[in-house]
């Protein structure tokens, strides 16, 4: 069955550090793929996606995303963390072949320390 | 920037009415899309809509549920007679024919009592 795994349901880290955010998909073939934010009440952001080519993708806020194919990851970065990030993050896929639907991670909490 | 609104915030309501949540998507986009997150559980699919018509929808959504487009800038999602375990953040998303992410709004918090 296609799914979504992101391993860390809460991360700790400290204002200033780096962070870095576990992905992991199982899907019969590479399907697009996205993070989303969700700051405390409300929405879900999108942050960044990736559809093909260069496998390391850019995003708002200063968040990076490396894709890689061996691995079935799609693994969030950021080099120094802001107070402001503190939020849940998801992870998301959507097949390329065939259907709309978002397939989401259970998502990892972020929380940031002074 | 555009942006997907919806309507209302929150909604409480008792057990077996029905309720009508709300939502602008993005004005030039074309495919729909409600989604829910129980508290504590993932963010679940529930249905997608273009032209008019539903194009996909999960379990989940059965009969007591459906999705109706009545002008050209809302999009409701309607539960006719709500159950406790309707209570979830209900997401509207909206995404234009050129690309394939879909953009969310704020989402409306349903309590059933």
């Known amino acids: 069955a296609q799914s979504v795994t992101q391993p860390d349901i809460h991360i700790t880290v400290s204002e200033g550090a780096s962070l870095e955010l576990r992905c992991n998909y199982s899907?019969?073939?590479?399907?697009?793929l996205f993070w989303y934010v969700q700051s405390p009440g409300q929405g879900l952001q999108l942050l960044l996606k990736?559809?093909?080519?260069?496998?390391l993708v850019q995003g708002i806020k200063g968040f990076e995303a490396e894709f890689k194919r061996s691995q079935s990851s799609f693994n969030l970065r950021k080099p120094s963390v802001h107070w402001s990030d503190a939020a849940e993050y998801f992870c998301?896929?959507?097949?390329?072949?065939?259907?709309?639907?978002?397939?989401f991670g259970g998502g990892t909490r972020v929380l940031v320390k002074p | 920037e555009p942006e997907v609104t919806q309507t209302p915030s929150h909604q409480v309501t008792q057990m077996g009415q029905e309720v009508i949540l709300r939502c602008v998507p993005i004005s030039n986009h074309l495919y729909f899309y409600w989604y829910r997150q129980i508290l504590g559980q993932k963010v679940e699919f529930l249905v997608s809509?273009?032209?008019?018509?539903?194009?996909?929808k999960s379990e989940i959504f059965d009969d007591q549920f459906s999705v109706e487009r009545p002008d050209g800038s809302n999009f409701t999602l309607k539960i006719r007679s709500t159950k406790l375990e309707d209570s979830a953040m209900y997401f509207c998303?909206?995404?234009?024919?050129?690309?394939?992410?879909?953009?969310f709004g704020p989402g409306t918090r349903l309590t059933v009592t």
């Open positions: 809509f273009y032209n008019n018509e539903i194009s996909e």
């Open positions: 998301a896929v959507r097949p390329k072949a065939a259907g709309n639907k978002l397939t």
């Open positions: 899907y019969g073939a590479t399907p697009y």
């Open positions: 990736y559809f093909s080519g260069d496998t």
């Open positions: 998303a909206s995404r234009s024919t050129e690309g394939y992410e879909q953009y």
